[in-house]
């Protein structure tokens, strides 16, 4: 999430939302996200670690065997002395001893390595599995959400995967009329086919997002500007897909974005028609990345 994105207000549709749930609900969020962001990056480093210990494991196992055979040297020379001082067999054997003590002491290095570089390499494969299968359980999602909406193609929707996750974004013409936030019976019954996605797969979280053009609205009562007017719009989204009993209030997070997210900046006609969109953010739940973070 945009480091600089305004602060926009956030409404949960099945009541009104405290300070305290809001500020909870925009962090979990955003700790979400920021999840996501780092796995790959962390699963990198962890290659690279391993690479690196590996590196060092094959020079303490070069090591090793290069004592060994110095130490199978001496104790050959030991063993063929039949005629010598006292003072060459002592020296002899201290020698053998220290090299033997020295084997010992890099044979338990080699095997703490190699401990190390299992857990390491156990680690970054769950990783990387639970990554692969929340990718995975996007691409799906997609499928789903497209298959749902087909009928809607080129009348205001898109479909999109992008940053692990679907975005959904619907046009002001198939929702609603021009400052209105009453959706459109069209825009109900997409939405009510992509409620029936949401349904099915309770591991999707949801994001309803209002944008509005750059047009500043005077208004008065409920709604006096575009912040309102986006809240509102969200509302009425969110409002719509929980008539679906099968999707859970606590899924969904509703925002108004105002005019500050604009899709193309250009100030054109074209462009504020553009802007005017509902954007229905779904993600995967991380519930198994965060346990494996969380035991590691």
């Keep these: 999430m945009n480091k600089l994105l305004i602060v926009f207000s956030f409404l949960l549709l099945s009541s009104c939302v405290s300070s305290k749930k809001f500020n909870q609900l925009t962090g979990n969020f955003q700790e979400s996200e920021k999840t996501v962001q780092a796995l790959k990056e962390q699963n990198q480093s962890l290659k690279v670690q391993n690479s690196d210990a590996q590196s060092r494991i094959d020079k303490q196992a070069k090591d090793y065997e290069e004592l060994l055979v110095k130490f199978k040297e001496l104790e050959s020379r030991l063993r063929s002395l039949q005629v010598g001082s006292s003072e060459e067999i002592a020296r002899l054997m201290v020698k053998l001893q220290e090299t033997q003590s020295d084997l010992q002491k890099r044979e338990d290095i080699l095997k703490s390595a190699q401990v190390e570089l299992e857990q390491r390499s156990i680690r970054m494969k769950e990783l990387e599995s639970a990554l692969q299968q929340k990718d995975d359980a996007v691409k799906q999602l997609r499928l789903k959400v497209m298959d749902a909406l087909v009928g809607f193609n080129n009348k ?25 936030w009453e959706v459109d019976p069209k825009g109900q019954q997409a939405l009510s086919d992509l409620a029936d996605v949401l349904g099915k797969n309770p591991d999707i979280n949801v994001l309803v997002e209002g944008h509005t053009d750059n047009i500043p609205m005077r208004g008065s009562g409920m709604v006096k500007d575009n912040w309102d007017l986006s809240v509102m719009r969200a509302t009425a989204v969110t409002r719509i897909l929980l008539k679906n009993n099968a999707v859970e209030s606590r899924r969904i997070t509703a925002a108004g ?31 198994e990345i965060f346990r494996i973070l969380e035991n590691n």
């Design 156 to 180: 205001g929707l898109t479909i999109q995967e992008k940053n692990g996750k679907v975005y959904v974004s619907l046009d002001e013409q198939l929702l609603f009329k021009t400052g209105q």
């Design 257 to 287: 974005r105002g005019e500050f997210f604009p899709i193309d900046e250009a100030n054109t006609p074209e462009a504020r028609q553009k802007n005017r969109r509902t954007e229905i953010i779904l993600t995967p739940r991380l519930d």
